[in-house]
T-cell receptor, first 114, second 115 residues
Framework: NAGVTQTPKFQVLKTGQSMTLQCAQD?????MSWYRQDPGMGLRLIHYSVGAGITDQGEVPNGYNVSRSTTEDFPLRLLSAAPSQTSVYFC?????????????FGPGTRLTVT | AQSVSQHNHHVILSEAASLELGCNYSYGGTVNLFWYVQYPGQHLQLLLKYFSGDPLVKGIKGFEAEFIKSKFSFNLRKPSVQWSDTAEYFCAVNPVNNAGNMLTFGGGTRLMVKP
């Protein structure tokens, strides 16, 4: 089991460029989500999905798009990168049921926008 | 909307000292509570969780946390820290019946343990 995987590990973008952060999980989890981590602010939810074809916005969705065409994959798209999007991005997955809220995190993508 | 406060942003301790990290949340309903840990260069890992029952929960590596409902608190404790406990610790809340299992995190506490 690889768990939750994310690519790339590091990325540098120029302002205005677009890119997609990849996230995949092999645990057959229904729920997937994206968080960004900024110093002193903990993790903040960007977007989440409760199943293939279903996505919704979190606390800080502006400037990001997501889609969920399969159970395994949940890519995050930056449409036009801005310096304010410099952050560490974590993907997470979980299942409803016995321990709701217990999430499994990927290793993160460190993004710098210049 | 719920919020989570961690009052200590940076903590420096010597090995064998006792640790207590504060966590308070604001939410009127029933919640599930978590502490996650992020070791340097690694991703977040679950340290312990509270869903119901005994308000004193034990996690990995000798950590424990106590849920005090009247104080909306879920403080993390360890009687004797080790250098390997150097990490950032995050408290998180999941309102029961919240769609998608989403978590609201505190701002994190960076712990440094001096050998």
């Amino acid at each position: 089991n690889a768990g939750v995987t994310q690519t790339p590990k590091f990325q540098v973008l120029k302002t205005g460029q677009s890119m997609t952060l990849q996230c995949a999980q092999d645990m057959n989890h229904e729920y997937m989500s994206w968080y960004r981590q900024d110093p002193g602010m903990g993790l903040r939810l960007i977007h989440y999905s409760v199943g293939a074809g279903i996505t919704d916005q979190g606390e800080v969705p502006n400037g990001y798009n997501v889609s969920r065409s399969t159970t395994e994959d949940f890519p995050l798209r930056l449409l036009s990168a801005a310096p304010s999007q410099t952050s560490v991005y974590f993907c997470a997955s979980s299942n409803p049921g016995l321990y709701p809220g217990e999430q499994y995190f990927g290793p993160g993508t460190r993004l710098t926008v210049t | 909307a719920q919020s989570v406060s961690q009052h200590n942003h940076h903590v420096i301790l010597s090995e064998a000292a006792s640790l207590e990290l504060g966590c308070n949340y604001s939410y009127g309903g029933t919640v599930n509570l978590f502490w996650y840990v992020q070791y340097p260069g690694q991703h977040l890992q679950l340290l312990l969780k509270y869903f119901s029952g005994d308000p004193l929960v034990k996690g990995i590596k000798g950590f424990e946390a106590e849920f005090i409902k009247s104080k909306f608190s879920f403080n993390l404790r360890k009687p004797s820290v080790q250098w390997s406990d150097t990490a950032e610790y995050f408290c998180a809340v999941n309102p029961v019946n919240n769609a998608g299992n989403m978590l609201t995190f505190g701002g994190g506490t960076r712990l440094m343990v001096k050998p």
